[in-house]
């Protein structure tokens, strides 16, 4: 048995990664049951919502131990929340011990998740690929993929730099906007709706928006209620990005 200082570590970083990486509320704290039924916790009480996570555990000392966790940062990686859900069935199957699996979350967070090489491309061709189905042709294709390599580099940048994710979505949709009426003033008959649409459905908020209605359904209601306000919030600041734009620099749609 690992000392009690070490199991609310583990237990405590396991929900903070779950949650840090787009999983659901219940998830973190089913997780967090789990994992202390196996490392001999004789009660177990956690509270999550996306922004941190209360825990109660009674040791099995008899020791009554509490920790609030913050959960500063929120993005979408569901690999390590895939490999944060193995740890927890390999302590609970009892393949591995209380400090091994500290040190394998340990590494998951330590990790730095997708790198340029693969988001830069993602975002770029996702635009495109929306654009298309939108009845986009070729010329709106390659304005689509630069709005979407310009998106990315905005949003990263921000991201790093601590900006609020409201700012975010509003300065990304402001430049893909602008980069669309670009376009037009070379030629003319670019339809600047697809363009605008296509570049912004990859930064629309859809797994925050699932999050919130299964929270919802599972009687989380405060954890849906925030989340569905993060998903309204963010797309409707996508969408008062591209009005003001259109307004300000005079763009028909």
């Known amino acids: ?8 570590e583990v237990l405590c970083l396991a929900a903070k990664i779950t949650l840090e990486n787009g999983g659901e509320t219940y998830r973190a704290e089913e997780t967090v049951r789990h994992i202390s039924r196996a490392l001999g916790c004789l009660k177990t009480e956690v509270l999550a919502f996306p922004t941190g996570v209360t825990l109660t555990l009674i040791t099995e000392t008899g020791e009554t131990v509490t920790r609030i966790v ?3 940062r929120r993005e979408t990686n569901l690999a390590r929340i895939d490999r944060c859900n193995t740890i927890s069935r390999r302590v ?4 591995l011990s209380g400090d091994q699996a ?5 590494k998951i967070e330590s990790e730095s998740g997708y790198g340029t090489k693969l988001l830069l491309p993602a975002f770029a061709f996702s ?21 979407g390599v310009f998106a990315f580099f905005i949003k990263t940048g921000t991201e790093r730099k ?22 037009r003033v070379f030629f ?9 649409s296509g ?6 908020p859809g797994l925050a928006l699932t999050n919130a209605v299964r929270d919802t359904i599972r009687g989380d209601l405060v954890s849906g209620s925030a989340r569905f306000t993060e998903a309204i919030l963010c797309a409707l600041t996508l969408g008062a990005g591209v009005a003001i734009t259109l307004f300000l620099l005079g763009g028909q749609g």
Do not use: D, H, W, Y
């Open 1 to 8: 048995m690992m000392k009690e200082n070490s199991s609310v």
């Open 70 to 72: 913050r959960v500063m």
């Open 92 to 95: 609970s199957a009892g393949e």
């Open 102 to 106: 500290l040190l394998e979350l340990k």
């Open 127 to 147: 635009a495109v690929f929306f654009t298309l189905m939108l009845q986009g042709g070729i010329r709106e294709a390659v304005f689509s993929l630069l709005c």
């Open 162 to 183: 601590g900006f609020p994710s409201v700012f975010t979505c509003l300065i990304t949709s402001f430049v893909i906007t602008e980069i669309a009426l670009l376009g």
């Open 188 to 196: 003319p008959e670019l339809l600047i709706e697809t363009i605008i």
């Open 199 to 204: 570049a912004l459905m990859p930064l629309l």
